[in-house]
């Protein structure tokens, strides 16, 4: 069975920082891997998705990237804002999806 | 606009009363799948399915049914509700490819259930 594991669990920043959340998988043999953020009591919001034979993604201030041999992707944000504040999620697709537990951001203003 | 939806979402019921939570989704989209959400154990499946009329059990499936008889919808039925079934429920849909690369999952915005 899949086991996908988050760290950190939270994470506090001032504005303006650069930023790296972690996710770590314990079998490679996934097709993708998925971002997502999560407001409180909100529904999931799509990031970026990484297809298995991908290395990174971008999308405007997050660049994720995924390293299957070693099981382990890495989400990057440039220059955190308070809008960031939310919980990151990310879920690899193994024939099912499987979560890992998130880590919540808080950006101080 | 591309989305999933759900209804309703928020429901406050009793034990033993049935109910059915609809998720309907507009990209015709092949697979469509049921999670809940719980603090501290996180996102978990309940139900997924790859096509119309195909359905299968994903890792909490006691206590929940699902059907698809139509592309679009995957309706969540609970037979007879239990307290530990309160929880935030999701439904996701993604487009399945001739390979098994699901692409991008699209969420509903969730279903708040309490069940006393």
């Known amino acids: 069975k899949q086991e996908v594991t988050q760290i950190p669990a939270a994470l506090s920043v001032p504005e303006g920082e650069n930023l790296v959340l972690n996710c770590s998988f314990t079998?490679?043999?996934?097709?993708?891997l998925q971002w997502f953020r999560q407001d409180p009591g909100k529904g999931l919001t799509s990031l970026l998705l990484?297809?298995?034979?991908?290395r990174e993604q971008t999308s405007g201030r997050l660049n994720a990237s995924l390293d299957k041999s070693s099981g382990r992707s890495t989400l990057y944000i440039a220059a955190s804002q308070p809008g960031d504040s939310a919980t990151y999620l990310c879920?690899?697709?193994?024939?099912?999806?499987?979560f890992g537990s998130g880590t919540k951001l808080n950006v101080k203003p | 606009e591309a989305q999933v939806t759900q209804n309703p979402r928020y429901l406050i019921t009793v034990t033993g009363k049935k109910l059915t939570v609809t998720c309907s989704q507009n990209?015709?989209?092949?697979?469509m799948s049921w999670y809940r959400q719980d603090p501290g154990l996180g996102l978990r499946q309940i139900y997924y399915?790859?096509?119309?009329?195909?359905?299968d059990k994903g890792d909490v499936p006691e206590g929940y049914k699902v059907s698809r008889k139509e592309k679009r919808n995957f309706p969540l039925i609970l037979e007879s509700p239990s307290p530990n079934q309160t929880s935030l429920y999701f439904c996701?849909?993604?487009?399945?490819?001739?390979?098994?690369?699901?692409?991008?999952?699209?969420f509903g915005p969730g279903t708040r259930l309490t069940v006393l």
């Open positions: 996701a849909s993604s487009l399945r490819g001739a390979n098994p690369i699901y692409g991008t999952r699209f």
């Open positions: 079998d490679s043999a996934i097709y993708n």
């Open positions: 990484i297809q298995s034979s991908q």
């Open positions: 879920a690899v697709d193994f024939n099912k999806f499987y």
């Open positions: 990209m015709n989209h092949e697979y």
């Open positions: 399915s790859m096509n119309v009329e195909v359905t």
